[in-house]
Structure formats: structure tokens, C-alpha cells
């Protein structure tokens, strides 16, 4: 697990400053049903033959790719180390990195990797997760996060702050029926699906002209309802 406090990534944010960012390691924190998985199972391999075009993940490409070589797997302890040592930078007066924490309004969780430990939820770890969000919410910083894991018991509590990563129209029912909002890659054209409304990601709609600060529609603590009928659409890249 590995926490950058300004991640720099201009997707996010106009100068790359108010947004801190988490990795852990894809594969190795991934479940195997997810298309996208090094090593994908047989009903993600099923998905990948429907959605017609995936190579790899997009966190093995560029400089995430380096971040989440280096993240390491899941880990509650060194989470908790690292969102108590940022909340103290917020609450200092002055000292080194303490303007650098104060920017932040936003954590965007997971740009790599997700809350498994050899294709099983952690507990342990998303214990720690949830305790990071709520600290955070105390603080006014929101989160954007996302998980492969919404269907496992030992990940509904994540649901509060995370959206439900969904490869397929069906796995989009299940979730929003569990109570989660939602999310789907897609390829192409949008599809109907009878229980939401598929809206592009602004930012890929805008062509980087919206940013995820400004936008947080995939940030479910930010937002009046978890009801409302709506997934955003990210076009694979």
C-alpha cells in the first residue's frame, strides 16, 4: 500500500495538488473475476470474449505502472500510519509538507489495485479503509474509490464511500440491487440498461477539460442520495 499526498495527475485535479492518491498492487490486491486481472479467472476471461477488446490494465501502463510495482499488497497497518501521519500535517501549523497536506480536498483511492489478499476480501484492510474514510470525513477531505469486490459481504461497507466497478449490464443490476452506485467499462456505445442511466465520464466526455475534483459524481459520500438511477460510463483505455 502506498499513499502520495499530491498526486500530480492532472485528470484529477487542475494542478495535480489538492488530490492525494493510494496504489497497491495490481493482481496481488485484485479479485480474479475482474476482466482486467493479469490472471483472470474463467467467468473474467467470459467477460473479456463479450466486451471485445481488453489487453491489459490500464494501472500496468505508464507511471502508475510504477507506482503500483512498488505499492506492495494490501495492508490495514501501513494505511492507518499513513492517513494518522496526514491528518497531523493537517493539523500542524507549520513545518515541512504541512501546505502540501492542507491543499488536499479530495483522496482518490486505489488508482491501483483493490482490497483483496490472494482473491479474498481483507478485513483487516478494508476495517482500515473505512476508518480512513470516516477520519477524512471529519476533516471535510471527500473520497473517490472504486472496488471489483461489491458482491463479497465482507465489502458492503465500503459502499458508503466506494462505487461498484462493473464490467457487464448484469453486474450493474446486482450491484445497485445491493445498493451500491455504480460504474461500467465500456466499449463504444453506450447500452441500455432498464435499472440506471449510463452517463460518459465527464472527463472523457470533456476530453480532460472536467476534472474528477471538480466533477465527484464517483464520489458517493459527496453526494445527496445513493438512489439516484445513474452509472457512469468509462470508455476502456
Not at 70 to 82: F, H, P, S
Request: a positive charge.
Amino acid at each position: 500500500m502506498k499513499f502520495v499526498m499530491n498526486s500530480g495527475d492532472r485528470k484529477l485535479s487542475r494542478d495535480g495538488k489538492n488530490v492525494a492518491v493510494t496504489y497497491n498492487e495490481t493482481g496481488a490486491s485484485c479479485p480474479t473475476s475482474c476482466m482486467y486481472h493479469p490472471t483472470p479467472n474463467e467467468y473474467a476471461m467470459e467477460k473479456r470474449s463479450q466486451f471485445g477488446r481488453v489487453s491489459v490494465c490500464y494501472t500496468k501502463k505508464g507511471r502508475t505502472n510504477i507506482h503500483q510495482s512498488t505499492a506492495g499488497v494490501v495492508d490495514g497497518l501501513k494505511l492507518r500510519v499513513a492517513v494518522s501521519n496526514f491528518l497531523k500535517l493537517r493539523n500542524a501549523d507549520k513545518g515541512k509538507d504541512v501546505t502540501k497536506a492542507k491543499r488536499v480536498t479530495v483522496v482518490r483511492w486505489h488508482v491501483s489495485g483493490d482490497v483483496f489478499d490472494n482473491d479474498v476480501p481483507s478485513v483487516d484492510y478494508i476495517t482500515a479503509q473505512v476508518w480512513a474514510c470516516e477520519q477524512l470525513d471529519a476533516v471535510g477531505v471527500k473520497s473517490i474509490g472504486y472496488t471489483h469486490g461489491w458482491e463479497h459481504d465482507e465489502c458492503q461497507p465500503l459502499k458508503k464511500w466506494f462505487m461498484a466497478s462493473c464490467d457487464t449490464a448484469d453486474e450493474v443490476e446486482r450491484a445497485k440491487a445491493l445498493g451500491w452506485m455504480t460504474v461500467l467499462s465500456v466499449n463504444g456505445d453506450l447500452p441500455e440498461i432498464t435499472a440506471t442511466k449510463l452517463v460518459l465520464c465527464p472527463n472523457q466526455r470533456t476530453k480532460g477539460t472536467v476534472k474528477c475534483s471538480d466533477c465527484m459524481l464517483c464520489a458517493p459520500s459527496a453526494l445527496p442520495s445513493h438512489n439516484l438511477k445513474r452509472t457512469i460510463a468509462f470508455q476502456y483505455h
